[in-house]
Nanobody
C-alpha cells in the first residue's frame, strides 16, 4: 500500500520564504512526474510546478522566477522552495505523483498528498 506525506507550509509575511516537502512511500521503482498544485476555495486546481524524471521543471506563470521545484528520486520526494511570497500565494498546496511504476514494473494509479496550507499575510 502506498501513501503520501506532505510537510512544511505555515504562515509567513509577504516577501518571505517557505519550503514544502512531499514523499511517497511504498513499493515504488519509478515516478515519472512529481508536481505541485494549489487551490483556493471556490477556484480550480492550479498547476504550480512539475518536475519530470529527467529533471526538467516547468512552472505556472504566477510563480515563475519565485518558486523552485526539485526532486530526490532515492527518497521519492519532491520539494517546493517558495520565495518572495505574495498574498495571492495563499492556498492549500497539494503534491501529485504520476506515472508511478511499482517494483514489478507495473504502472499504478497516481497519488495525491493530503494538502497543506500556506498563508501569506501581513
Amino acid at each position: 500500500q502506498m501513501k503520501v506525506v506532505e510537510s512544511g507550509g505555515g504562515s509567513v509575511q509577504p516577501g518571505g520564504s517557505l519550503r514544502l516537502s512531499c514523499a511517497a512511500f511504498g513499493s515504488i521503482s519509478k515516478i515519472n512526474v512529481m508536481a505541485w498544485y494549489r487551490q483556493v476555495p471556490g477556484n480550480l486546481h492550479e498547476m504550480v510546478a512539475e518536475v519530470t524524471s529527467s529533471g526538467i521543471a516547468n512552472y505556472g506563470d504566477a510563480v515563475k522566477g519565485r518558486f523552485t521545484a526539485s526532486r530526490d528520486d532515492a527518497k521519492n520526494t519532491v520539494y517546493l522552495e517558495m520565495a518572495s511570497l505574495k498574498l495571492e500565494d495563499t492556498a492549500a498546496y497539494y503534491c501529485n505523483f504520476d506515472g508511478i511504476y511499482n517494483r514489478r514494473n507495473i504502472q499504478v494509479p497516481g497519488l495525491w498528498g493530503q494538502g497543506i496550507q500556506v498563508t501569506v499575510s501581513s
